[in-house]
């Protein structure tokens, strides 16, 4: 038995406001308007969009997000923790959920 269209319509809904609340929390992370740790809860409440990608999209959001608040720790740079890498792999992580996103066929 097939979910009802309106299920699938409100988790598409749910997955496409979370990629923009995605864009949203990376431009303030960005521009520094932001504080990683925020930026990283955030991020993980993003559950909608999360359910909608396969699960590895999680861990490795999970992992970049550890990363980033560990990276807060440090003032500046540092050979371990670069700031400006964890933004672009975050980047890069958003246009993979978009490309996904928009590849998947309709549920239903």
Do not use: I, K, Y
């Not at 269209?5 to 303030?28: F, Y």
């Not at 740079?77 to 958003?94: N, V």
């Amino acid at each position: 038995m097939n979910a009802p269209s309106h299920v699938n319509d409100d988790a598409s809904t749910d997955a496409h406001a979370g990629l923009a609340a995605v864009r949203d929390t990376l431009q303030g992370l960005q521009t520094g308007t932001l504080r990683a740790h925020d930026a990283a809860e955030r991020l993980r409440g993003q559950t909608g969009l999360l359910a909608a990608l396969p699960p590895r999209f999680g861990e490795v959001l999970h992992a970049l997000l550890d990363r980033l608040e560990s990276s807060a720790l440090f003032e500046g740079e540092s050979c371990s923790f670069s700031q400006r890498d964890l933004h672009e792999h975050l980047q890069g992580w958003l246009a993979q959920a978009e490309r996904r996103l928009a590849d998947a066929p309709p549920r239903g």
